[in-house]
């Protein structure tokens, strides 16, 4: 299915954008077939004919942004700026960053 999708968006890209290298992004499972058939057959799929990146799955971003949304209201940031353990533009990456860190410890 991965290789038929590669296939895929080859001939698209090509067809629209002649000689321009098509990019494709998956999540971990499908970013790992991916790189297979890129390793397998490089010569039709290689990295020099088609990239593929790894993107986060879009369930992952859209419990971040839920716990991001329920953090933007509660004061946590704020909190943050006035026992200055943060400074106002790095309370918002901070609070990203936790959030990240609980969500990968709950996953676990």
């Not at 299915?1 to 067809?15: F, L, P, Q, R």
């Not at 499972?29 to 790894?54: N, R, T």
């Not at 971003?61 to 026992?83: E, I, N, Y």
Request: proline share 4%.
């Amino acid at each position: 299915m991965i290789h038929h999708s590669m296939d895929v968006a080859k001939n698209a890209v090509e067809h629209m954008n002649p000689g321009q290298t098509p990019v494709i992004t998956f999540d971990q499972p499908l970013f790992a077939l991916a790189k297979q058939i890129q390793w397998k057959w490089p010569d039709s799929y290689g990295e020099d004919h088609i990239v593929v990146m790894f993107v986060v799955s879009t369930s992952r971003m859209a419990a971040l942004k839920t716990l991001g949304d329920w953090l933007k209201g509660s004061g946590w940031c704020k909190h943050w700026c006035k026992l200055r353990l943060r400074h106002q533009g790095q309370q918002t990456h901070s609070c990203e960053h936790l959030m990240s860190c609980a969500l990968e410890e709950h996953i676990k």
